[in-house]
């Protein structure tokens, strides 16, 4: 529902703005008293300062306690106060500063729209004084103007930067959201994708083999239900990560796991051959998981575009860099092909990491992907 045209919003107003509003009408209520008392020593041509005066200038510097509040609602009664003061002939005093902090939230914190019109009927008010006193007529409009285009221009300028800050701030909560999201799509897309072809190769094997090796088939759909349990299980572990925040989590895969992982291949038909060259180490987690997501859908990529082709995966540990390449024998491709989802997810997280992935059909037949990540 919206807020009554008199009154801010209560988003935002905390207990600690009202003690900070509280302590600001305190000190400008002491300004007040004794400024006012000392704007009546100076020389005649105004009204003695006396108990009407200051109870004037304390009322408008009290009623800014609940400026951020009710901010129509204390400029109007600063603004009756001042005129009043100012009208009855008392000498310029602080009585002035409430009325610039009161025209200061109300362009700081309501519509511009809102804020101009009710400023605008401040500064009418305000000026009423020099239609009954002779004194500085009509050049007074410009000091008086001042008392409220100055505050009004300051208010709208902090409320414009805010805007602009929080406008900032949403979009950069955006941008950070749709990586996330894009990185989730990733880990489900590398689980499910991998789990899914591996579960299909094989169950064309038992349907193959149903009738004419019951017992070769047995073992496809053996090899059928641990695939899908540990694609769950991977699948799990990535939710989680996106449901908990700073609680304990299962380790994510990695090259520890990459033998888990030719094996799976290996029930599926698809021969794999794993080399290593360098001295094999533990890498960051981030670079452990790119390599072992490289790993997985290439091989992916194996069983669902070169069948049971051969392929060899090698991991070449350098000082610096860590490189993957995934080649198969299978049939040969267009040399112009078009890059999937998976292929194009890979590219990115590696990106990411600063490094470089290349892909294509090799001549003679099969396809390579060569990856490399800095370590650095």
């Given at each position: 529902?919206?807020?009554?045209?008199?009154?801010?919003?209560?988003?935002?107003?905390?207990?600690?703005?009202?003690?900070?509003?509280?302590?600001?009408?305190?000190?400008?209520?002491?300004?007040?008293?004794?400024?006012?008392?000392?704007?009546?020593?100076?020389?005649?041509?105004?009204?003695?300062?006396?108990?009407?005066?200051?109870?004037?200038?304390?009322?408008a510097?009290?009623?800014?306690s609940?400026?951020?509040?009710?901010?129509?609602?204390?400029?109007?009664?600063?603004?009756l106060?001042?005129?009043?003061?100012?009208?009855?002939?008392?000498?310029?005093?602080?009585?002035?500063?409430?009325?610039?902090?009161?025209?200061?939230?109300?362009?700081?914190?309501?519509?511009?729209?809102r804020?101009?019109?009710a400023?605008?009927?401040?500064?009418?008010?305000?000026?009423?004084?020099?239609?009954?006193?002779?004194?500085?007529?009509?050049?007074?409009?410009?000091?008086?103007?001042?008392?409220?285009?100055?505050?009004?221009?300051?208010?709208?300028?902090?409320?414009?930067?805010?805007?602009?800050?929080?406008?900032?701030?949403?979009?950069?909560?955006?941008?950070?959201?749709?990586?996330?999201?894009?990185r989730?799509?990733?880990?489900?897309?590398?689980v499910?994708?991998?789990?899914?072809?591996?579960?299909?190769?094989?169950?064309?094997?038992?349907?193959?083999?149903?009738?004419?090796?019951?017992?070769?088939?047995?073992?496809?759909?053996?090899?059928?239900?641990?695939?899908s349990?540990?694609?769950?299980?991977?699948?799990?572990?990535?939710?989680?990560?996106?449901?908990?925040?700073?609680?304990?989590?299962?380790?994510?895969?990695g090259?520890?796991?990459?033998?888990?992982?030719?094996?799976?291949?290996?029930?599926?038909?698809?021969?794999?051959?794993?080399?290593?060259?360098?001295?094999?180490?533990a890498?960051?987690?981030?670079?452990?998981?790119?390599?072992?997501?490289?790993?997985?859908?290439?091989?992916?990529?194996?069983?669902r575009?070169?069948?049971?082709?051969?392929?060899?995966?090698?991991?070449?540990?350098?000082?610096?860099?860590?490189?993957?390449?995934?080649?198969?024998?299978?049939?040969?491709?267009?040399a112009?092909?078009?890059?999937?989802?998976?292929?194009?997810?890979?590219?990115?997280?590696?990106?990411?990491?600063?490094?470089?992935?290349?892909?294509?059909?090799?001549?003679?037949?099969?396809?390579?992907?060569?990856?490399?990540?800095?370590?650095?």
């Open positions: 529902m919206e807020a009554p045209p008199w009154c801010a919003t209560l988003d935002g107003v905390r207990g600690r703005t009202l003690v900070v509003d509280a302590m600001l009408a305190g000190a400008l209520a002491f300004i007040g008293v004794l400024g006012t008392w000392g704007a009546g020593q100076r020389p005649s041509g105004f009204k003695a300062v006396d108990g009407v005066a200051i109870g004037l200038a304390v009322v510097a009290l009623s800014l609940v400026r951020r509040l009710w901010p129509l609602v204390t400029l109007t009664v600063v603004t106060a001042t005129s009043t003061y100012l009208a009855l002939g008392y000498p310029y005093g602080p009585i002035l500063l409430s009325f610039l902090v009161a025209v200061y939230t109300v362009a700081r914190h309501l519509p511009l729209r804020a101009a019109i400023s605008g009927a401040a500064l009418l008010v305000l000026l009423v004084h020099l239609l009954i006193w002779s004194g500085p007529g009509l050049i007074g409009l410009i000091p008086g103007s001042a008392w409220v285009v100055v505050p009004f221009a300051v208010g709208t300028t902090m409320k414009l930067n805010r805007e602009n800050a929080d406008r900032a701030r949403a979009e950069l909560a955006r941008k950070y959201a749709d990586e996330e999201r894009l989730v799509a990733q880990e489900v897309h590398d499910v994708g991998h789990g899914l072809s591996a579960i299909n190769m094989q169950a064309e094997v038992a349907l193959h083999l149903a009738e004419r090796k019951p017992e070769q088939a047995q073992a496809a759909l053996v090899a059928i239900s641990r695939t349990r540990e694609a769950l299980d991977e699948l799990r572990v990535t939710l989680r990560l996106v449901r908990s925040a700073g609680e304990a989590r299962a380790p994510l895969p090259l520890a796991r990459l033998d888990d992982l030719v094996q799976r291949m290996s029930e599926t038909g698809v021969r794999v051959h794993l080399e290593v060259t360098g001295e094999k180490r890498l960051p987690t981030a670079i452990d998981l790119a390599v072992y997501r490289v790993v997985q859908e290439s091989l992916t990529n194996v069983l575009h070169a069948g049971t082709a051969p392929a060899v995966v090698r991991l070449g540990f350098e000082p610096e860099v860590v490189t993957v390449e995934v080649a198969d024998a299978g049939t040969e491709r267009p112009r092909f078009e890059e999937g989802h998976g292929l194009a997810g890979m590219r990115e997280r590696v990106t990411a990491l600063g490094g470089s992935v290349t892909a294509g059909p090799v001549a003679g037949g099969g396809f390579r992907v060569l990856a490399r990540l800095p370590l650095t």
